[in-house]
């Protein structure tokens, strides 16, 4: 958006700000997101990082709340068009931020009272994670479009591993934005015809690699035969190339990856406990959707606060695992008795 002419000053930039200068990153200062790619790092600015990144900041920089926050906000009225774009791990109803999470909840009712408010003509979401599809499944307002990287119940995969850096530049559904974002005419292109573009580019990947991940939109679809130029300004200028590095120590990879093994372990205990405790071993095993947001939420805060907090270990809580929280709370169980089931299983599980 930058190279396209919109000034920082119209723009919020919400980033953990861990990789470059990593103690992990052999080329200190640069991070490339294609294989032998430019560095992306330079020239980003840097309005929130580190545990300034956080779930409550994104909403009240979003909904112009400069009174929750001290930094920039976003100052949109009537005539302004928004666009987020969110990328990290995600879950069931569920957004992660590094030390916090965005609830689908919280980020319905945001974006619906700003529309309410008049903060802006026309939203554009895209979202980056696993299950983004529930992040936006119950959104109802006209004035926003969105799209997700997979539906409500699929992973969204990574994509372009290079085996110096020892990990993966970019996910599957973001590469292929960019990349299209990049090579198009922005004038000359919608954002459903890039939605088309998406579909079927990350469809076949994903019938390539013996995946399931399909781009889903969602909102007000008259949104969608809008120019990208209308949101992202003028077509891009080109940029330079980098170069690739080394390998890291598998010794501390290996104590990391059985401590991590062990407390997925205790967390399948503890859900076991919870559904016994609750008499609804079917929780286990469905796969619901999710419907109640409000109830995840709330539920999902009690097992954070007192069982285990995912904001603080996020390797340890898998999809599977939230899965189970969705359905609990699908289930018709009120959410009272299952706020008293996760208490007493705290009491008596230990990580």
């Keep these: 958006m930058h190279q396209n002419g919109i000034p920082d000053d119209q723009m919020v930039v919400m980033m953990y700000d861990d990789i470059a200068n990593h103690i992990r990153n052999p080329d200190k200062g640069k991070i490339i997101n294609v294989p032998n790619g430019p560095n992306v790092y330079p020239g980003v600015p840097k309005d929130y990082t580190g545990a300034d990144v956080t779930a409550d900041n994104f909403l009240a920089v979003l909904c112009g709340d400069s009174s929750a926050v001290k930094k920039k906000v976003i100052q949109s009225g009537k005539n302004d068009t928004v666009f987020i774009y969110l990328s990290d791990h995600g879950g069931h109803g569920i957004f992660k931020f590094p030390n916090s999470t965005l609830y689908a909840h919280d980020l319905i009712n945001t974006v619906t009272e700003m529309s309410k408010a008049g903060k802006f003509s026309k939203m554009v979401i895209y979202i980056e994670a696993c299950r983004s599809g529930s992040m936006l499944d119950q959104l109802k307002d006209n004035n926003v479009y969105a799209v997700a990287a997979c539906s409500p119940v699929e992973f969204s995969y990574a994509s372009f591993y290079d085996k110096g850096l020892n990990t993966f530049l970019s996910d599957v559904?973001?590469?292929?934005?960019?990349?299209?974002?990049?090579?198009?005419?922005?004038?000359?292109?919608?954002?459903?015809?890039?939605?088309?573009?998406?579909?079927?580019?990350?469809?076949?990947?994903?019938?390539?690699?013996?995946?399931?991940?399909?781009?889903?939109?969602?909102?007000?679809?008259?949104?969608?035969?809008?120019?990208?130029?209308?949101?992202?300004?003028?077509?891009?200028?080109?940029?330079?190339?980098?170069?690739p590095v080394p390998p890291t120590d598998f010794t501390i990879l290996e104590r990391q990856y059985d401590d991590l093994i062990r407390k997925r372990k205790t967390m399948d205990e503890a859900l076991q406990k919870i559904a016994k405790r609750l008499k609804a071993p079917q929780t286990l095993t469905e796969k619901r959707e999710v419907t109640r947001t409000y109830e995840l939420k709330v539920v999902a805060e009690h097992f954070k606060n007192n069982l285990f907090s995912w904001e603080k270990e996020p390797h340890v809580v898998t999809h599977l695992h939230l899965q189970v929280l969705v359905n609990l709370c699908e289930s018709g169980l009120n959410v009272e008795s299952i706020n008293e089931a996760i208490t007493r299983v705290s009491k008596e599980i230990s990580f």
């Design 173 to 243: 559904f973001t590469a292929y934005w960019l990349h299209h974002t990049e090579t198009v005419k922005l004038t000359m292109t919608s954002f459903g015809d890039q939605f088309s573009y998406l579909n079927k580019k990350v469809s076949d990947f994903a019938r390539r690699t013996k995946k399931s991940q399909t781009p889903c939109n969602y909102g007000n679809m008259n949104i969608s035969k809008i120019m990208l130029s209308e949101v992202l300004c003028k077509s891009p200028a080109p940029v330079t190339r980098a170069r």
